[in-house]
C-alpha cells in the first residue's frame, strides 16, 4: 500500500472516522477527569468507606459458610460493588452532558452517534481500571493476600466484563433521566440491588426466598467467580446458578449488553431527531 493511499481521503471514512471520533470522546473524558480529581475520589470514597466498616467494624461477627476469614471474602465482593455503582457515575456524566447541551453539540458536527457512546464506554473502562487498582492497594494494606497468576487476571478481566455491561444501563439512564439530580436519585435503586446479592454474606444465611434472589443476582455470580478465581473463600450455596458462578459470570454480562446497548444508541439516535 503506498503512501498516497494511506492519506487519501477516501480511506479516512468510515471505520478510520468512527475510531478517531470515538478517541476524541474518550480524550474529553479524561481530561475532565484530570482537572477534577475530586470526582475519582468522591466514586473511591464510598467503596473504601465500606471496606473499613465491614471489614474491621462488623467483620468480626460475620460468619462465612465452609471457613474463612471475612476479609477475605468481603474484598472480591466490594470491587464488585465498586463496578456495579460505576452506571450511577456513568448515567451522571451523560445527564450532565445532556442538560449543559453537550450532546446537542455532537449532534450538530458530522460525528458517528455510536462514537458518542463507545467513547462515553471506553472512558469509564479505563476509570475503572484505575478505580480497581486502587481498590486492590487498600485491601492488600488491609491484609488480603489473593493468588496471582492467571486467576489474578482473570478476576480482573471478569470486573470490567460487568463494568462493560452496566455501562450502557448507565448511557440509557442518563438519556432518560431529566437533570443530575434525578441521576443521583439512582443511588437508592443501586444499593438495595448490591445489599441483596453474595457481596457482603453468603445468599444460604439469608431467609430461603431473599437467598434465592440473591442468588440469581446477576453480580452475584461475579463475585462468587472472582473469589474463587483469587483464591478467597467463596461461601457458595448448592443451587445452580452458585454452581455455575464463572459460566454465569461470563453470561449475564453478554444478557445485559445485549438488551441495554441497542436501547442506549437507539435513545441517542432519538435525540438526534
Not at 453537550?102 to 478505580?131: H, K, N, Q, Y
Not at 440473591?214 to 483464591?231: C, D, H, Q, V, Y
Not at 454452581?243 to 449488553?257: D, K, R, S, Y
Request: proline share 6%; glycine share 10%; net charge positive.
Amino acid at each position: 500500500m503506498s503512501v498516497t493511499d494511506l492519506t487519501t481521503p477516501s480511506r479516512r471514512s468510515g471505520t478510520y472516522w468512527l475510531l478517531a471520533d470515538c478517541w476524541n470522546i474518550v480524550r474529553r473524558g479524561l481530561t475532565h477527569y484530570q482537572r477534577q480529581p475530586v470526582n475519582i475520589a468522591w466514586q473511591l470514597g464510598f467503596p473504601i468507606l465500606s471496606v473499613l466498616l465491614y471489614g474491621y467494624v462488623f467483620g468480626s461477627a460475620m460468619t462465612v459458610p465452609g471457613g474463612g476469614d471475612y476479609k477475605d471474602f468481603l474484598m472480591p465482593g466490594m470491587f464488585v460493588m465498586t463496578m456495579a455503582f460505576g452506571f450511577i457515575n456513568t448515567a451522571t456524566v451523560v445527564v450532565y452532558d445532556s442538560t449543559k447541551g453537550v450532546i446537542d453539540r455532537f449532534r450538530s458536527m458530522p460525528m458517528a452517534s455510536s462514537a458518542v457512546v463507545a467513547g462515553r464506554g471506553v472512558t469509564d473502562l479505563i476509570v475503572a481500571c484505575a478505580e480497581l487498582a486502587i481498590m486492590m492497594l487498600t485491601a492488600l494494606a488491609m491484609g488480603w493476600r489473593p493468588d496471582g497468576g492467571l486467576g489474578f487476571l482473570a478476576a480482573f478481566a471478569l470486573l470490567l466484563w460487568l463494568r462493560f455491561a452496566l455501562i450502557w444501563i448507565g448511557v440509557w439512564l442518563g438519556l432518560l433521566v431529566p437533570n443530575p439530580e434525578a441521576a443521583g436519585g439512582l443511588f437508592a435503586v443501586a444499593f438495595p440491588l448490591t445489599m441483596i446479592s453474595s457481596i457482603f454474606v453468603a445468599p444460604q444465611l439469608m431467609p430461603d426466598w431473599l437467598g434465592w434472589v440473591a442468588a440469581w443476582n446477576p453480580i452475584s455470580s461475579t463475585a462468587a467467580a472472582t473469589r474463587e478465581l483469587f483464591g478467597t473463600p467463596v461461601g457458595g450455596g448448592d443451587s445452580w446458578v452458585e454452581q455455575h458462578a464463572l459460566l454465569m459470570a461470563g453470561v449475564w454480562p453478554v444478557i445485559l449488553t445485549a438488551i441495554f446497548l441497542p436501547l442506549a444508541v437507539r435513545r441517542f439516535r432519538k435525540l438526534s431527531r
